[in-house]
């Protein structure tokens, strides 16, 4: 079972949804999540079961999972179920106070960001019984954290909107013009907020945009690399390679890892 939620309005330019993905697996049996690259970061729950990252130790109940530019794999047996909210990299700074540079590619326990305020809401988001508890109770707890901060809007914030609705294939040499930025001052900035270069971060978010077909794509993969943006199938072939681990064939033929969230 995959489901989302909506933000209350308040958060809507923080929190671009809250999500539960439950999955049933028989008891003592491997089930392997592969995390592709994402340009938006996650705080996630896990209130049934736990995973383990096969290329590190993470096996904690409560994570900030930061907008990432690499796959990472986790491992569990049995049954699980995981609560999150997935956020616009901007929200990290806005958040927490630091800047999504010094998060990208981390996966830290949320108590060691948030501190005893962490491990409070890692409790109740446990003990709640409902998926809709969860949502009001995480919702209230960054509805407090944005009245505090008092967060103010940046051209990075502009900028970060205007690749997600272009889904990654902009000009950034144009657009840091219509933001009246040199391209030093707009990368500078956009990193703060983005956690990568806007290069980087415009690939991933082509990337995601393709990884987003699946189920609807089977052979004609030169159509899809132009349609998100792709000068050739070489570079194509390139970026989802690096980004997921996968031959972009060898995704949307087979049944590549933790795609049941995209299944249900």
């Avoid at 989302?4 to 809507?12: D, E, N, R």
């Avoid at 491997?30 to 990252?53: I, N």
């Avoid at 290329?55 to 699980?80: E, I």
């Avoid at 270069?197 to 052979?219: L, N, P």
């Amino acid at each position: 079972m995959y489901v989302t939620f909506p933000p209350p309005a308040p958060l809507a330019r923080y929190v671009r949804m809250f999500w539960v993905f439950e999955y049933n697996v028989p008891d003592g049996e491997p089930y392997v999540y592969r995390s592709l690259a994402d340009g938006c970061a996650e705080m996630v729950f896990h209130y049934k079961g736990r995973f383990t990252q096969l290329d590190g130790s993470c096996d904690q109940t409560a994570v900030l999972h930061a907008q990432t530019s690499r796959y990472s794999r986790f491992l569990t047996h049995g049954s699980f179920g995981i609560f999150g909210a997935y956020l616009y990299p901007s929200a990290l700074p806005q958040l927490f106070g630091i800047s999504s540079e010094a998060f990208s590619n981390r996966m830290p326990e949320l108590a060691a960001v948030c501190g005893a305020e962490g491990r409070l809401l890692e409790e109740r988001i446990m003990m709640a019984k409902y998926h809709h508890q969860r949502v009001e109770i995480l919702s209230a707890f960054l509805q407090a954290r944005l009245a505090r901060r008092k967060p103010v809007e940046t051209a990075a914030h502009q900028a970060i909107r205007a690749i997600l609705k272009a889904q990654g294939m902009v000009n950034i040499t144009e657009l840091a013009a219509d933001l009246c930025l040199s391209t030093r001052q707009f990368e500078r900035n956009f990193k703060t907020y983005a956690g990568f270069t806007a290069k980087t971060w415009s690939r991933i978010i082509r990337f995601q945009r393709a990884v987003s077909q699946y189920g609807r794509v089977e052979d004609n993969l030169t159509g899809l690399a132009y349609e998100c943006g792709y000068y050739d199938q070489s570079h194509f072939i390139h970026d989802f390679k690096e980004f997921s681990g996968y031959h972009p064939r060898q995704y949307f033929s087979g049944r590549p890892e933790g795609i049941e969230y995209r299944e249900g």
